[in-house]
């Protein structure tokens, strides 16, 4: 169970020396049973104190990086049940299948599409994250040539090795040294085989059962025998199941701090039916999945999954924004338009958008809203003329450009007498209210 802030202060040094940024030794033990401060902010805890801590303050869902290299993937830590409480850490992976009785060519082609599957929506990097290398065909020889193929067209894509054959494991995980690879897995069967083997190769290891008991039971087996980093499979395949198991681990694991389904939850959702295999995506994005592995990879479907999966792992609190610039769109010339607008992500990447597809070089000066939209920021006076008017001034821009004309939104043409007033010797030019008339109000200024 989770310590109470009271329980956690005894264990505390109690000179209040405020090194740890706090006023006294109990306001830090209540940050650090609200799990809003880590104990290694407090420089002078005990070394017992750290072992008990260190156990109890560890986020409920194990955190652990899956794969090596930039497209590692981070999982677990998450402490909430529901995205409004906090938020949610870790967005999961999605792992395509690639089946071992595949032809060498199908192997390397659809690895390729796993690299080639990255899109850039709103500014953030969206993927298949990983590869599933099922070993269907029972042989540890394919299974290893199949896991070279897919190390040589795949370099650097995290990869599951799913066999329960404990000789396939071995042999496909070497391939995967120091790659940090995941083996699914680890069944009531072998378990004892393959902690082994994911620890001599320094493995996470897929912990599959038929239940809840099951699991946790299996899971507890294991970390007996030294593997700390798990994820586990309930055995959960249809729609309902999902949600019920996905649900019951996460509250196990955040209410109750129920260590052994404190971890990552990996689900296989491959169907025939792509729309079925959607549906079923949806359900374990939303309902605390790490891992999804698909059947295939299908553009429709990933622009569908990835960007539920954006929305859910988006912190509610901070609204997403764009830095504080004036961004050169094309490569302008010192006559390029200039337009302003403000930093809320969407309205930047839709306002660039449309200029980059309007082909007319421009720079467009971002102002800092807090990331808020331009109608919003201006009701809530932080898009106003004075403060335009400062911003564009500090901005520096006036010296790179050979007219003196800003563009701004439609929606805020109300403002242009006034920027005018606060910017002398500038004209203020209204463009359209809405971005996707960027490209024909361009086209009209010749
Ligand atoms: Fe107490 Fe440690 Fe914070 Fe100092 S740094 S106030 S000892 S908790």
Avoid at 278 to 303: C, D
Wanted: proline fraction near 5%; include cysteine.
């Amino acid at each position: 169970m989770a310590l109470t802030g009271v329980e956690i202060f005894k264990l505390l040094p109690k000179t209040n020396c405020k090194k740890c940024g706090h006023p006294t030794c109990l306001a830090f033990a209540m940050k650090l049973a609200q799990r809003q401060a880590t104990l290694d902010s407090c420089p002078d805890v005990s070394e017992e104190a750290k072992k008990v801590l260190g156990e109890a303050s560890a986020p409920p869902v194990r955190p652990m990086t899956f794969g090596a290299g930039d497209k590692a993937v981070k999982m677990g830590e998450e402490t909430v049940l529901f995205r409004h409480d906090k938020k949610f850490v870790n967005p999961c992976a999605f792992a395509v299948e690639i089946k071992d009785t595949l032809s060498e060519a199908d192997i390397a082609a659809i690895a390729e599409e796993v690299v080639k599957s990255e899109i850039d929506r709103v500014g953030q990097k969206l993927r298949i994250d990983a590869i599933a290398l099922t070993n269907a065909s029972g042989d540890a020889g394919k299974l290893e040539a199949a896991a070279k193929t897919v190390a040589a067209k795949a370099a650097g894509v995290p990869v599951i090795i799913n066999t329960q054959n404990t000789q396939a494991a071995e042999a496909a995980v070497k391939v995967f040294s120091d790659k940090r690879p995941l083996i699914y897995g680890a069944t009531a069967a072998n378990f004892e085989a393959m902690a082994n083997i994911a620890k001599a190769n320094k493995a996470i290891l897929g912990v599959g059962a038929s239940g809840l008991d099951e699991l946790s039971t299996l899971t507890d087996k294991i970390k007996g025998l030294g593997v700390e980093d798990m994820v586990i499979d309930s055995g959960a395949r249809k729609a309902k199941e999902i949600i019920e198991n996905n649900t019951l681990i996460r509250r196990a694991a955040i209410k109750k701090n129920f260590k052994p389904l404190g971890f990552p939850i990996i689900n296989f959702i491959q169907r025939e039916d792509s729309l079925h295999e959607a549906l079923l995506g949806v359900i374990a994005i939303t309902k605390y999945a790490s891992i999804v592995v698909l059947s295939s990879i299908e553009k429709w479907k990933n622009l569908a999954l990835f960007t539920l999966r954006q929305n859910i792992y988006t912190d509610p609190q901070v609204p997403m924004q764009v830095e504080q610039k004036v961004y050169p769109i094309g490569e302008p010339k010192p006559e390029s338009p200039l337009f302003i607008t403000t930093n809320f992500s969407l309205t930047y990447f839709i306002v660039s958008g449309e200029i980059e597809n309007s082909k007319v070089a421009s720079r467009l000066a971002v102002m800092d809203c807090e990331g808020l939209s331009v109608l919003t920021a201006w009701a809530a006076g932080k898009f106003t003329a004075s403060k335009i008017a400062q911003f564009i001034t500090e901005s520096g821009v006036e010296k790179d450009i050979a007219t003196k004309e800003l563009i701004i939104p439609g929606y805020v043409a109300i403002l242009s007498g006034s920027i005018e007033d606060k910017l002398p010797g500038w004209k203020i030019t209204v463009g359209p209210r809405e971005a996707n008339a960027i490209p024909a109000f361009l086209r009209s200024r010749g």
